[in-house]
């Protein structure tokens, strides 16, 4: 009777045990590569540029190295209006993204279109130039793909900086997610339950494309962020929620960023930290009626970068 019993546990235990080789040994001829990428994923690469995090173009993670997307409602080279575009500018040398380097990354039919049309293969690191994210559609199936418009449309660095309406910084700040450590408690991953609810469309598999690195985070202590800048837009906020998030959130136990200001303010006057402390704590104390002001921020500091990135997650 025993021996029976352990007969059907070894039994079970190699079916459990060849599987998992199985699995092991061919789910690598799976070629994740091989599917294609999705606007998302193109969007991403030209604005986070190469490797976000320890790299050689940004040894001391200071959101170097990285490309600057632009929105434009003009064209740079005619001056004429046009439809609000976002455009990637990658000045002179900056690394660029995957996509750009190999041809197995973004996947055929979008490989085959951004060469064809977008002319990416005339795009170099050492000149740098001006990428947007355009999409074909053919027999209703739309078919996302990267135009070089430095070669397409004549669009300079230079001239496309100039033009543009807005500069957004989120390739830097991105590094700055990452340095700073926030996916120890937010994730950017909504899954497939009712997150879609609260935190919007879980990702697809081809939105990933040359991300390196994903920044889906294993354990969520905090709202997801994936499409944070859809339900949040609002700079001034994020300012104060990362100068102190008690300010807005009396109970949060999300870490303070004040640090991120780098010291000045954007008058080029110094922040002094100890001060406007105790007047928070006077504040929460109720000795005063309004908690203390914060600083605004210079145009080339880290929590520029920070907040651009996260209100560029729509
Ligand atoms: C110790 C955990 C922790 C860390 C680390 C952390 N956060 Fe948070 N964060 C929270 C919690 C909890 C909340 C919700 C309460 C609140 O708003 O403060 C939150 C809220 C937020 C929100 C508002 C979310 C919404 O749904 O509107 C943003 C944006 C945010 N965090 C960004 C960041 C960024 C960027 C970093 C890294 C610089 C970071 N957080 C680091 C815990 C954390």
């Known amino acids: 009777m025993g021996f029976r019993e352990y007969r059907v546990g070894s039994i079970l235990f190699g079916v459990a045990l060849s599987t998992s080789m199985m699995i092991t040994m061919f789910m690598p001829s799976l070629d994740i590569s091989s599917v294609s990428s999705t606007s998302v994923a193109l969007q991403k690469q030209?604005?986070?540029?190469?490797?976000?995090?320890?790299?050689?173009?940004?040894?001391?993670?200071?959101?170097?190295?990285?490309?600057?997307?632009?929105?434009?409602?003009?064209?740079p080279k005619t001056g004429a209006a046009m439809d609000e575009t976002a455009a990637y500018v990658f000045k002179a040398g900056t690394s660029f993204p995957s996509g750009l380097v190999h041809d197995h990354i973004l996947g055929d039919d979008v490989q085959a279109l951004s060469v064809s049309v977008g002319k990416i293969d005339q795009a170099n690191e050492e000149q740098g130039g001006v990428f947007l994210v355009r999409a074909s559609v053919k027999g209703g199936v739309e078919t996302p793909y990267i135009e070089f418009a430095t070669a397409t449309r004549g669009w300079s660095s230079q001239a496309t900086l100039a033009?543009?309406?807005?500069?957004?910084?989120?390739?830097?700040?991105?590094?700055?997610?990452?340095?700073?450590?926030c996916w120890w408690c937010h994730t950017l991953l909504p899954e497939q339950t009712h997150d879609w609810q609260s935190f919007g469309r879980p990702p697809l598999l081809g939105d990933f494309n040359g991300e390196s690195p994903t920044t889906f985070g294993s354990d969520r202590k905090a709202p997801d962020l994936l499409h944070v800048g859809s339900r949040?837009?609002?700079?001034?906020?994020?300012?104060?929620?990362?100068?102190?998030?008690?300010?807005?959130?009396?109970?949060?136990?999300?870490?303070?960023?004040?640090?991120?200001?780098?010291?000045?303010?954007?008058?080029?006057?110094?922040?002094?930290?100890?001060?406007?402390?105790?007047?928070?704590?006077?504040?929460?104390?109720?000795?005063?009626?309004?908690?203390?002001?914060?600083?605004?921020?210079?145009?080339?500091?880290?929590?520029?970068?920070?907040?651009?990135?996260?209100?560029?997650?729509?």
Request: aromatic share 12%; proline share 5%; hydrophobic share 35%.
């Open 163 to 181: 033009a543009a309406e807005e500069t957004i910084l989120s390739g830097s700040g991105k590094t700055m997610f990452i340095r700073e450590g």
């Open 232 to 314: 949040n837009s609002s700079k001034e906020w994020m300012m104060l929620h990362f100068f102190n998030p008690r300010l807005v959130q009396p109970h949060s136990i999300m870490p303070r960023y004040d640090y991120l200001w780098g010291g000045k303010d954007a008058k080029g006057n110094d922040i002094d930290l100890a001060k406007w402390d105790e007047e928070f704590k006077a504040y929460r104390a109720g000795d005063r009626v309004y908690p203390p002001e914060v600083p605004e921020y210079t145009a080339d500091s880290e929590i520029r970068m920070l907040i651009d990135y996260v209100l560029d997650l729509k």
């Open 46 to 75: 030209l604005t986070y540029g190469k490797n976000n995090g320890f790299d050689y173009g940004d040894l001391f993670l200071q959101g170097h190295d990285k490309p600057i997307k632009v929105i434009l409602k003009k064209d």
